[in-house]
């Protein structure tokens, strides 16, 4: 089985086969190539407008599908769909014949989304995040109203645009979005903890003159930034080739191995 540790006689073999693999070790890869056979190269090109799907695993939670609507809200362009009783394979179908550019599904354990994946469609990839200390936009305090037609300006901090397994979450994450407006007022913000997880926080700004200000502050105008929620921290463990539907033997384009690189640095 695949949870079982690597025997003692086999350490040193399954640690040169790990030196071998392109995709295992991301800071030894090179800068990502041209893209102009990518996957997502339409939207990156802006070809193809961002059109996502959310939904839930089936016999979702309260705080679940309260989570699946602010996701809603935060992605622009993003429908809410209640899964019911759908058949992954009917999903994907139904998405594709739909025109949607993503499927996101989210999915949980006690209540607690701890899962979300992105197939892109028509062809794939789907990448694979887990999710954790995810807190709601009811629970963080005073968070204002926002308007959910108005996309935000994304920033991605900390990934290094060396490691092509970086670039390619980014890219993932990026494509979710369609492009802001240079007044847009929200900010996603996608930051790369010391490779480990991505730290994801949605925030409001708003620019007010400063009417008041000494000769020494020099009159300069003042930024108010609120925090809008929700916040969660996510970290990717697989991303396949082709779409969600794909059965086992779909070929596995990068996967998280801990027990080889648990002192290393994932992204």
């Known amino acids: 089985a695949a949870e079982k540790p690597i025997p003692t006689e086999l350490r040193g073999e399954a640690n040169e086969l790990r030196r071998e693999l392109d995709y295992d070790d991301a800071t030894a890869l090179a800068a990502p190539p041209a ?25 979702p939670s309260v705080r679940l599908k309260q989570f699946v609507k602010e996701l809603k809200h935060l992605i622009p362009n993003a429908t809410n769909v209640n899964r019911g009783t759908t058949r992954v394979a009917d999903l994907v179908d139904a998405t594709r014949r739909a025109e949607f550019s993503d499927l996101v599904v989210v999915h949980e354990t006690r209540g607690q989304p701890d899962g979300l994946v992105v197939s892109h469609l028509p062809v794939g990839p789907t990448t694979y995040f887990t999710l954790a200390n995810c807190v709601l936009r009811h629970d963080v305090d005073d968070a204002p109203g926002y308007s959910v037609d108005s996309p935000p300006h994304l920033i991605f901090h900390n990934f290094d645009p060396h490691k092509r397994l970086a670039q390619r979450v980014k890219t993932v994450l990026q494509c979710l979005f369609q492009v802001p407006r240079p007044d847009a007022k929200r900010v996603c913000t996608f930051y790369n ?24 502050s020099g ?13 969660f921290e996510m970290m990717p463990y697989q991303i396949k080739l082709g779409t969600l539907d794909a059965g086992p033997e779909q070929d596995v384009e ?14």
């Open 35 to 59: 893209s102009l056979d990518d996957e997502y190269a339409r939207t990156l090109r802006g070809e193809r407008m961002a059109k996502v799907c959310v939904t839930t695993s089936r016999d």
């Open 193 to 216: 903890h010391d490779g480990q997880y991505i730290a994801f926080r949605h925030h409001h700004h708003d620019t007010t003159k400063n009417q008041g200000g000494t000769p020494s």
């Open 219 to 231: 009159n300069k105008d003042r930024v108010a930034v609120t925090e809008l929620g929700p916040r």
């Open 254 to 267: 990068w996967v998280l191995r801990p027990y080889l690189n648990s002192a290393q640095k994932i992204l």
